[in-house]
């Protein structure tokens, strides 16, 4: 009978956005499993770390060497029958650590219907027939593009940046602006139909540009946030600043160039989050991962439709006809961390303050649960769930325990739950200030109980 408790193996991609050697919190974590297929090299960039069984890079047990889409099609009862059934044998979330030193391509992801045309027209640049949505939690400070702008937001820098309006043209520009003067916070369905279709509109006439056009734009806007500092883009607005703008231009030309990019930066929500803090990105909603280390969880797909700051492959048409067009302000992308009541804390984790936090973003494929123990000793014992889990360590040590099979788990260390198992997570600190900090992603196709109702 296979222990419900497996140390994995985990692939680290190499892409030229990723942070260099030890910086890299998906190298570090890719390292700390020896394996001969791996060492850290200073000088290359490492973006991601797959944990999970999608084929691109598959998990492995670190034991045996077999994966882990292996593992759980030979026995079911590891993802719990309700789970395998309905998501075909296969975990249905692929869960990743990202170090983002340049930003990623603009881009969405397709929902189901989209994905399935996409893959079955051009399965090359779509590898598969599944949506992705994804939930993205910070781990280092983080920098992200994320969602359009309040439509007062657009029209202002329409109306103040000069190459923005050079790009789009002036007639289109001053339409948009004049169609949305009257925004109003709580509107009318039929109403914010029609501002999507003008944001559709404005969108698809920037992307549609020539590349000499954009370049052209692109000198003179560099130029204009180089000189103009605080001032720049009329002092920017309430959420992102003149000189926050200025300065992102700055760093997104010297990675790239002339690029759309540029000008998308004033169509989209500019974020940044803390440690802890938490995006949720629904299929077909536009975004870009600027810097930081993040852990990231999403419907298992490698389905991505990009448009900008990238040398891969773009998709400008399908984006722009894909996207939801809707706009609000970043707080709205954010996502509230609740209290996760089905771990047990004993005394010395409730006395040093340890916590244990659940991420759950409105879909079925997966939900993130967040442990900060404190101290030494410090323990949590999670009720069995009917559902597969993968855990990983991002920051101290301690030990991770099903039934009698106890492990040792630090930094980089990953592991995955069979479904129905009790786990444990204990903390081994030196000092009551050491934490030991995991992230499990799991599934459950009911509840977040084995046997709730």
Known sequence: MQVPLIRLQCGANSYDWGKLGNSSAAARFAAATPSDDF?????????ELWMGTH????????TTGRTLLDLVQENQALLAPSVAARYENKLPFLFKVL?????????????????????????????????????????????GLCGF????????????????????????????VERVKDVKEDEAEETVAQHKKALQE?????????????????????????????????????????????ELVGRLYSQFGPDYGLFVLFFLNFVTLQPGEALFLQADDI??????DIVECMASSDNVVRAGFTPKFKDVDTLVNMLTYNYAPIDEQKMQPTD????????????????????????????????????????????????PSIIICTAGKGKISVGPTVHEIREGYVFFVGATAECVLESEGASDDDEFVTFKAFCEVEDHRNGSS
Request: net charge negative; glycine share 6%; with cysteine.
């Open 340 to 387: 996760y009541p089905y771990a047990t804390l004993n005394r010395a984790a409730y006395s040093s303050g340890s916590q244990v936090t659940l991420y759950d973003p409105p879909i079925d494929e997966f939900s993130v649960v967040q442990s900060s123990l404190r101290g030494n000793g410090s323990k949590a014992t999670f009720d069995p769930l009917d559902g």
């Open 202 to 246: 404005i969108f698809g006439a920037l992307m549609s540009k020539s590349e000499s056009d954009m370049a052209a734009a692109a000198k003179v806007l560099v130029e204009s946030a180089a000189s103009s500092g605080a001032d720049f883009a009329g002092g920017g607005v309430a959420a992102t600043s003149g000189s926050v703008l200025a």
């Open 287 to 292: 975004h870009a991962y600027v810097s930081g």
């Open 99 to 143: 170090s983002v030193n340049k930003a990623l391509s603009i881009q969405a992801h397709p929902n189901k219907k989209l994905a399935e045309k996409l893959h079955a027209r051009d399965p090359k640049n779509y590898p598969d027939d599944n949506h992705k949505p994804e939930m993205a939690i910070a781990i280092t400070p983080f920098e």
């Open 149 to 176: 702008r309040p439509l007062a937001e657009i029209s202002h820098f329409l109306q103040s940046i000069p190459a923005l309006r050079q790009l789009v043209g002036e007639d289109k520009a001053n339409e948009f």
């Open 55 to 62: 084929p691109s890079n598959p998990s492995k047990d670190v």
């Open 39 to 47: 060492s850290i090299q200073e000088d290359c960039p490492y973006a």
